[in-house]
């Protein structure tokens, strides 16, 4: 994801032919056709499925990790920023972790059935509300090759359908993993599930985007991951409903009264773990009392983690900071790069915050009860974390199974999407011959 910086799209978004709206309606339709038959599989039928797609990745890892050098070379090849070469490398720990995280989802409760709230109303009514699936959820996507995992068991465990387009630089990857998945549903599935609840939306032209984005009626919801440019696109262009997940310019707010060894490796591990990423930290906030002392420590170790500081006038003041512009502060760098400003208090710090947020996640570093409550309670994100790093911003890491994205919106789901947000819910309402 980006706010300034153009990543390799998913080719952009533009007019479809009458030829190529066909294709996509066609394989819409065979979504459709599958995912009624899904709403109905059994909880144990759909953990085979899953349990078999992670065998089946481990067992052909290879054929996997050869589609996706394929696809590094030809993005190293075309000058692709390292960060998003990053996010679209597999490896084999990264093959095994999507197998995990598989096998994760298909440990969690079905939410399919469950009873949301009910009861019995006054005049004898029984009232349930229960989760039901979406039907059919496409995907828009950029770069990730993990995300055709994760999307297809999330969606597959939720009762979804799942239309999955990726973007060219991920197309060989892609067609690997889904040919993987395919064929796991197919062995496991016995005849229950059908394999076209996963598949792969053709064409790689900007045409097949627009397709999918305007299949309402064949089409449930759609879910963009990746840079700005591309998430707007969608949200602004698609007929279909969104569910909005949005870039990620992440604050950690260093307090007065934070112990400064903690602060110092939650902003390392935060900025350096893996800055390809959006839960990553963007933005360093540091209260003035601690501008002589800890602002140089930690702007040391990231200059030593290899980091590039981005300052207002005090940070820059200090050695190797680069002066920062509004557009500095606003940025997701998704690099080893990242803005920092000294802030008077915490109300400050909320105030640039507020300014400057992208509404992901936002971090304070504090022993100050009062100063964590009232930063969890002003800033509006969709995580905030008190003493932690923002990389725990993650449905896996939450608990939650692998996630289908971070939802930054306020409609439906908020934060990491996993199996609950991934489904809608019906009344369910019986009676004994009532009538009004």
Same mark, same amino acid.
């Given at each position: ?28 339709? =065979? @979504?459709? #056709? /599958?995912?009624? !038959?899904?709403?109905?599989?059994? $909880?144990? +039928? ?5 349990? *078999? ?20 070379? =030809? @993005?190293? #090849? /075309?000058?692709? !920023?390292?960060?998003?070469?990053? $996010?679209? +490398? ?5 093959? *095994? ?24 109303? /006054? ?7 229960? $989760? ?243 930063f969890v309670a002003a800033v509006d994100s969709a995580a905030v974390l008190v003493n932690a790093s923002t990389r725990f911003t993650d449905g896996g890491e939450l608990g939650f199974g692998a996630e289908i994205g971070i939802s930054t919106q306020k409609l439906h789901a908020r934060g990491p999407m996993g199996l609950p947000e991934m489904t809608s819910t019906k009344y ?9």
């Amino acid at each position: 994801m980006s706010t300034g910086h153009e990543v390799d799209g998913v080719d952009g978004v533009g007019g479809a032919d009458e030829r190529t709206v066909e294709q996509v309606h066609e394989v819409a339709r =065979r @979504a459709r #056709a /599958a995912s009624h !038959p899904l709403a109905l599989a059994t $909880r144990a +039928r759909k953990d085979a499925v899953l349990h *078999a797609m992670a065998d089946d990745l481990l067992a052909r890892a290879t054929e996997v990790l050869a589609a996706n050098a394929t696809d590094v070379a =030809r @993005a190293e #090849a /075309a000058g692709t !920023p390292a960060g998003i070469v990053d $996010r679209l +490398r597999l490896t084999p720990e990264r093959v *095994a972790g999507m197998a995990q995280g598989l096998r994760d989802v298909a440990a969690l409760p079905d939410p399919v059935g469950e009873v949301v709230r009910g009861g019995t109303l /006054a005049n004898g009514l029984e009232l349930r509300q229960l $989760r039901v699936p979406f039907g059919v959820v496409g995907m828009i996507y950029e770069a990730r090759p993990n995300v055709t995992a994760d999307a297809a068991g999330i969606c597959l465990k939720s009762g979804n359908a799942v239309l999955l387009r990726g973007s060219s630089s991920a197309r060989a990857s892609n067609a690997a993993l889904v040919d993987v998945l395919r064929y796991a549903v197919a062995r496991a599935g016995d005849g229950e599930i059908d394999p076209d609840v996963v598949q792969q939306v053709p064409g790689e032209t900007r045409g097949s985007v627009t397709a999918l984005m305007r299949a309402r009626g064949h089409v449930d919801v759609l879910i963009p991951r990746g840079g700005a440019g591309l998430i707007a696109a969608v949200v602004e262009g698609s007929t279909v409903p969104v569910i909005e997940t949005g870039v990620g310019n992440c604050h950690i707010y260093v307090d007065a009264a934070a112990d400064l060894d903690k602060a110092l490796a939650i902003v390392l591990n935060a900025k350096t773990h893996r800055p390809s990423v959006c839960n990553a930290a963007e933005s360093l906030l540091v209260h003035a009392s601690l501008a002589d002392t800890f602002l140089p420590r930690v702007v040391r170790a990231l200059q030593d983690a290899g980091v590039t500081v981005h300052g207002d006038p005090v940070v820059a003041r200090l050695d190797g900071v680069v002066p920062a512009t509004d557009e500095d502060h606003a940025a997701e760098y998704l690099s080893l790069d990242i803005s920092a400003a000294v802030v008077a208090s915490v109300e400050e710090a909320v105030d640039h915050v507020r300014r400057f947020s992208s509404g992901h996640s936002e971090a304070i570093v504090t022993e100050d009860q009062g100063a964590a409550r009232h930063f969890v309670a002003a800033v509006d994100s969709a995580a905030v974390l008190v003493n932690a790093s923002t990389r725990f911003t993650d449905g896996g890491e939450l608990g939650f199974g692998a996630e289908i994205g971070i939802s930054t919106q306020k409609l439906h789901a908020r934060g990491p999407m996993g199996l609950p947000e991934m489904t809608s819910t019906k009344y369910v309402v019986t009676g004994d011959g009532h009538v009004r």
